[in-house]
């Protein structure tokens, strides 16, 4: 992954994982397992760990601790109100950046 990816990235791959817990519970590896088939191959665990830490500190998230046959329990990760609404903005968000963005593409320059 090129550097110009890795920063954009940084920005969004929150936005990315609430989309992904959007659409059910999820516990670490079965995100990062999500955003590979996303094409995002190159984003470590670790990353995906720090990143549900910071998420969880700020409320956008339930955590469920369930048994795992492997080991130690595993923390499942749910959207919660205050989660959706972040989702919700970070959309809305979005569409204006890409919006912008693509009349800036496709603007022909002027004489």
Do not use: C
């Amino acid at each position: 992954m090129g550097k110009q990816m890795t920063e954009m990235l940084k920005g969004t791959l929150e936005g990315i994982v609430l989309a992904i817990l959007s659409l059910r519970a999820a516990y670490g590896y079965e995100i990062t397992a999500a955003l590979r088939e996303q094409g995002f191959t190159d984003i470590a665990e670790g990353t995906v760990y720090a990143l549900l830490l910071r998420i969880e500190k700020r409320g956008l998230v339930d955590v469920e601790k369930v048994p795992s046959e492997k080991g130690p329990p595993r923390k499942v990760y749910s959207l919660n109100a205050s989660g959706h609404e972040y989702l919700d903005e970070f959309w809305r968000t979005w569409d204006f950046l890409t919006d912008r963005l693509d009349t800036l593409h496709h603007r022909k320059e002027q004489p």
